[in-house]
């Protein structure tokens, strides 16, 4: 039987209230707008604080162990909210306080859903990455005392056709730039991740339902939209004719949507770089110069124990092949430091890779073993102090390229995005084609427009820039960073 949709109460003052805090990466970033999109019919608005909620979601990531512990950390901490709202159950004015809801979502509640549900009983609801669709039918189970009140299906395409236009209107737009999930889950399975076991397998959003929504975000203003995936560069989503696309003939489809001026897609694997989406990146002036290639270590012995299925001289190659097609790209990376079984001359061969290829961003972190997975299990596991050393010595050299990369902008010109205002009077701040975040005085009435500025200087995570003119015009100084 289905269940009649939870609605608030008309005569309910104030408003319900909805607070989500993300955790981890950017497709929980786009999952949590989508909540909000979805809880948005049934009257529920956001807000800033958890204090004003009456409705609270922590969406999770299950990466690393920290993480998790954040979210009971957190969760602590909303209890105590909870608590107080019960006890003073009416406003200022004299009108009642509906009770805090709290729900769990995301990778850990995916994982741990029973455990969550014991180990904090004031959380209501726990519904996982490819379940928050049904968060409505959750909330009227709740409300009714009855019912399961966890979500933890592997049904992408029924999430993704509860979140269409005609189900729950057009998506909320907060800016100039927007996430846009093509692809779901990992059938990669390297030996430290939870990916698989918590998003599931590898799943592409059909071409069309990507365009269609690409569209509504262009319409609204967007101007610039990250493609992403657990691996998105294995999109292999249907096409009319029913034959499966690949990532850059999805580019060269969005490129074409007027007002789109911007592409960007991460996270990417090394062995699904193919040849048309290397070739994209010299082909297509909307995919903007800076690829995020995952690596996570550079020794041949660690990558196999990770089951990267690559070695580094495979990943030389693809670097070199990727500027061969696009001299001014940018290389973003990730590096995990003290696997199980990591050597001195092992993780010096890491060193070595990062000084060859040279990067202009990377993230980088010492292993957390995640309960269920194979790397998880093997001996030789290094001890944190020096997993710990080897992490401030790679990160040590990855800022120092990173700060050489944005200084290397000084006195060039580019085409700038203007995303929001900054703190100093009519400062803006905007997103260069390298991703680097861009700091310009007197240009905040340029939000959401593509203007040329010209670098004074560059600082470790920023720049700083000055307008030429209030045009947007082409960018087309690519050859003039190359090597930069």
Not at 190 to 202: D, I, L, N
Request: hydrophobic content about 40%.
């Amino acid at each position: 039987m289905t269940e009649t949709p939870f609605t608030p109460s008309d005569e309910q003052t104030p408003p319900r209230r909805l607070f989500i805090k993300t955790y981890g990466c950017q497709m929980n970033v786009y999952d949590s707008e989508r909540m909000a999109d979805v809880l948005r019919p049934l009257g529920y608005a956001t807000t800033d604080t958890a204090e004003d909620a009456d409705f609270v979601i922590l969406n999770t990531c299950h990466i690393r162990e920290k993480a998790a512990e954040k979210v009971y950390s957190e969760l602590g901490r909303l209890r105590e909210l909870k608590d107080a709202r019960a006890r003073n159950s009416t406003t200022a004015t004299g009108t009642s306080r509906t009770s805090m809801i709290i729900a769990v979502a995301g990778c850990v509640a995916q994982a741990e859903g029973e455990e969550i549900m014991r180990r904090q009983p004031a959380v209501d609801i726990v519904v996982g990455p490819q379940a928050y669709h049904q968060l409505p039918e959750l909330l009227t189970r709740m409300a009714r005392a009855r019912g399961e009140r966890i979500g933890a299906d592997f049904a992408p395409v029924d999430k993704f056709d509860a979140l269409t236009f005609e189900k729950i209107g057009a998506r909320s737009v907060n800016g100039p730039t927007a996430f846009l999930t093509v692809q779901e889950g990992c059938d990669k399975f390297c030996s430290f991740c939870v990916v698989p076991y918590t998003r599931g397998a590898e799943w592409s959003r059909p071409v069309a339902a990507v365009l269609a929504e690409a569209r509504q975000l262009a319409d609204k203003g967007v101007r610039e939209i990250t493609l992403l995936g657990q691996n998105v560069n294995a999109y292999d989503g249907e096409e009319a004719d029913g034959k499966p696309s690949t990532l850059a003939r999805l580019a060269h489809a969005l490129a074409e949507i007027p007002g789109l001026s911007r592409i960007r897609y991460t996270t990417s694997h090394p062995n699904d770089m193919s040849d048309d989406l290397i070739a994209a990146h010299g082909e297509l002036e909307a995919l903007m110069p800076w690829l995020h290639l995952p690596v996570q270590s550079g020794s041949d012995r660690i990558l196999r124990a990770m089951n990267r299925k690559h070695g580094r001289q495979k990943y030389f190659d693809l670097i070199d092949r990727v500027r061969a097609a696009r001299p001014d790209i940018a290389l973003s990376g990730d590096f995990i430091v003290g696997f199980p079984g990591e050597t001195d001359a092992d993780f010096e061969q890491t060193m070595d890779l990062v000084r060859r290829v040279g990067y202009a961003s990377a993230f980088s972190f010492m292993y957390s073993p995640r309960p269920g997975t194979p790397a998880a299990s093997l001996g030789s596991q290094v001890p944190a102090a020096v997993a710990r050393e080897r992490l401030h010595a790679l990160q040590a050299l990855l800022w120092a390229q990173q700060t050489a990369f944005n200084a290397a902008m000084a006195g060039h010109t580019m085409d700038v995005l203007f995303e929001k205002t900054g703190r100093n009077g009519a400062q803006a701040i905007g997103r260069s084609p390298w991703l680097q975040s861009v700091h310009v005085e007197d240009a905040d009435h340029l939000i959401g427009r593509i203007v040329t500025v010209e670098i004074e200087h560059g600082r470790q995570n920023s720049l700083k820039g000055r307008l030429l003119h209030d045009g947007a015009t082409p960018f087309k100084q690519r050859d003039q960073l190359i090597g930069a």
